[in-house]
T-cell receptor, first 114, second 114 residues
Framework: AQSVAQPEDQVNVAEGNPLTVKCTYSVSGNPYLFWYVQYPNRGLQFLLKYITGDNLVKGSYGFEAEFNKSQTSFHLKKPSALVSDSALYFC????????????FGPGTRLSVLP | EAQVTQNPRYLITVTGKKLTVTCSQNMNHEYMSWYRQDPGLGLRQIYYSMNVEVTDKGDVPEGYKVSRKEKRNFPLILESPSPNQTSLYFCASCQDKVSTGELFFGEGSRLTVL
């Protein structure tokens, strides 16, 4: 069965510093991996995805993520954090072998301090 | 504009009073799904649908019903709501079961059952 872990409930970072939000996954085959962001009182917004190819993928708002197959990780990164990046971040996996259901991690709350 | 629309956004009801949360998408997506979001539990899938007249249970289907009579609509029905169904609900859609596309989410429906 597929699963997603986000080991940190909360990440705090100072504005201008680099940020990392961690995600590890477990699937049977080759995963499709996604990051979503949720701002207060809003739905989830797609940030980026890894399907195949280059392990470093770039997405919206300056975010990027690195797929590491050996470590089964897909950490979200940004070189310089903004206060407006403060939100709840979800990692998700979809295993084509099992069909199209998405499995989400529990979420990590990012706080960027001015 | 591509979007998933849910109604109502906010609802307070009482135990046992049937309610329906509507969901509509304008992207001609085959796949639609309902999730509930609870603190510390992330997103949990309630039901999903691969196409018209095709629905299946997710991880937490108890107490819910769905229907998919038209491709664009996927209502969530609570026949006899109970307080443990107080939650934030999201409808989502994506292209189809074999695509690499991401999920598109509605803005959410916050339900309180007294």
């Amino acid at each position: 069965a597929q699963s997603v872990a986000q080991p940190e409930d909360q990440v705090n970072v100072a504005e201008g510093n680099p940020l990392t939000v961690k995600c590890t996954y477990s699937v049977s085959g080759n995963p499709y991996l996604f990051w979503y962001v949720q701002y207060p009182n809003r739905g989830l917004q797609f940030l980026l995805k890894y399907i195949t190819g280059d392990n470093l993928v770039k997405g919206s708002y300056g975010f990027e993520a690195e797929f590491n197959k050996s470590q089964t990780s897909f950490h979200l990164k940004k070189p310089s954090a903004l206060v407006s990046d403060s939100a709840l971040y979800f990692c998700a996996v979809r295993d084509p072998y099992y069909g199209q259901n998405f499995v989400f991690g529990p979420g990590t709350r990012l706080s960027v301090l001015p | 504009e591509a979007q998933v629309t849910q109604n109502p956004r906010y609802l307070i009801t009482v135990t046992g009073k049937k309610l329906t949360v509507t969901c509509s998408q304008n992207m001609n997506h085959e796949y639609m799904s309902w999730y509930r979001q609870d603190p510390g539990l992330g997103l949990r899938q309630i039901y999903y649908s691969m196409n018209v007249e095709v629905t299946d249970k997710g991880d937490v289907p108890e107490g819910y019903k769905v229907s998919r009579k038209e491709k664009r609509n996927f209502p969530l029905i609570l026949e006899s709501p109970s307080p443990n169904q107080t939650s934030l609900y999201f409808c989502a859609s994506c292209q189809d079961k074999v695509s690499t596309g991401e999920l598109f989410f509605g803005e959410g429906s916050r339900l309180t059952v007294l």
